[in-house]
């Protein structure tokens, strides 16, 4: 057992890889403890960032397993703490026998995200990178992958850290008044600090912009698929996917009730909602689907219309028409190997752009995905830059921000207290702030107004 020291963090342990049967089981220990637990299982001292060799005795001295260890030493590691990392042979059992004995020799069962938790807590990363982390792990394409990599390097902390800097510089002018309640704030610096807090606007804008882009990317696209009974549109979902997830028969009317899948369309991740088929007549039953459809429509990022090529196409309702957008439709001629080489006798309603296809001989499949690729790149908005792709809680911090950037220019506007005028500046700096996890706001302050000069 280790002593517990005047240190009161504790010792975690994990698996770092998933459970199951795999070529190497990694096991992941972060805390004051690692270099003496290092000493005791591998009787030698490891030298850092080193990986070595060894045979891993438990606390009864029995060899465990034949293992690769890697001790990192803080804070030069992941968590900024001592870390040791043990791949064993990839048995399950493996690596639990090395976390029992782990535990045994006074370490603790960590908690979710407890290793990143501790690298934000150590300064290794910000809370939006730590985000990033997440956000990798559970990526479902390669458009998530990118932009979680580009927060992971500090894309999102970077484009705050220049927002704030240029609203300092407007507060600075803004706080120097405090101190002459007397005096109003003098047109000049008034000016300078509208066109700060303007410019500031429009840039918490283009994040927040970009909020969408990144719902899109966390939960794919959620793309409809809809059309006449019996298009094709449950082939259409089967073809997409890969598999025969969806019933498929002759008989109009086989999908009752909608069914989504989640399928990697070229670098993106779509949520495929096939859907019971628009029969103008139907029966109850069908009609409740109907219903359904029409919901569903409402929702979709995207939508694809399907159409037997082989007949003229029916009219599109009104209540499917007005829910159907232009930019994010594409219509589906479907059955084209039944047509012989002749052209399509069913033609694309309201000019949306249509593409022949089959899903029988796979036809006009890989075209379609690429369709679908460009339309889903167009979701992405090119003014925040790069790959910025913000989440929900950013999008709340922002919208927080923008309300105090409001509030600050309407009292410039009517030349009301400086105070407050201050005090709204404040609060963008603190909903910005967040973002990053920055809690201690005044310190940087602190620091920024010792480099500006303030004695006018
Ligand atoms: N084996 C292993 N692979 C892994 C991780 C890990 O923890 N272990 N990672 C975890 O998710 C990711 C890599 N992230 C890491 C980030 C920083 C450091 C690190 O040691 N940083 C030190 C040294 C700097 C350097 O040499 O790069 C530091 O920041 O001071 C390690 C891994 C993905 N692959
Ligand atoms: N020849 C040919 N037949 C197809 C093609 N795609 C689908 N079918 C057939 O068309 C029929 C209907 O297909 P489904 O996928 O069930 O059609 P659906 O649009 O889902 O129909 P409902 O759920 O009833 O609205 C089935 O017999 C399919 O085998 C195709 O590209 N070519
Ligand atoms: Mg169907």
Known sequence: MIEDTANTIDTIAAPATAPGTAAIAVVRVSGPDCAQLAQAIFRASLRPRQTSHRAYRDTAGSVVDDVLVTYFAGPQSYTGEDVLEISTHGNPLIAQLVLDDLFKRGCRAADAGEFTRR?????????????????LIHARSARAIAAANQQLRGSLGQHLTRLTDELLLGLARVEAYIDFPEEDLPDEDRVIVVDILNSVLRGTQQLLATHRYGDLLREGIKTVILGEPNAGKSSLLNALLGRERALVSDEPGTTRDYLEETVMVGPHCLRLIDTAGLNPTP????????????????????????????????????????????????????????????????????????????????????????????????????????????????????????????????????????????????GVVDAFGEIGGRIDNEAMLDRLFATFCIGK
């Open 283 to 426: 029966g109850t039953v069908e009609a409740l689907g109907i219903q359904k459809t029409y919901e569903r429509i409402e929702e979709a990022d995207l939508a694809l219309l399907v159409l037997d090529a082989n007949h003229p196409a029916p009219p599109l309702s009104a209540e499917v028409a007005h829910r159907l957008n232009p930019n994010t439709t594409l219509v589906v001629l479907n059955k084209v190997d039944l047509l012989q080489g002749q052209p399509p006798v069913a033609e694309a309603p309201d000019e949306l752009p249509a593409l022949p296809l089959s899903t029988r001989t796979r036809e006009g499949l890989t075209t379609l995905e690429q369709r679908i690729t460009e339309i889903a790149d167009r979701f992405r908005p090119g003014d925040a830059g790069d790959q910025i792709a913000i989440n929900a809680r950013h999008a709340d911090a922002l919208r927080r921000a923008t309300d105090c950037l409001e509030t600050a220019l309407a009292n410039l506007r009517s030349s009301g207290p400086t105070e407050l005028l201050a005090s709204d500046l404040r």
């Open 119 to 135: 690298a934000f807590l150590n300064g290794r990363l910000d809370l939006s990178q730590a985000e990033a982390v997440m956000d």
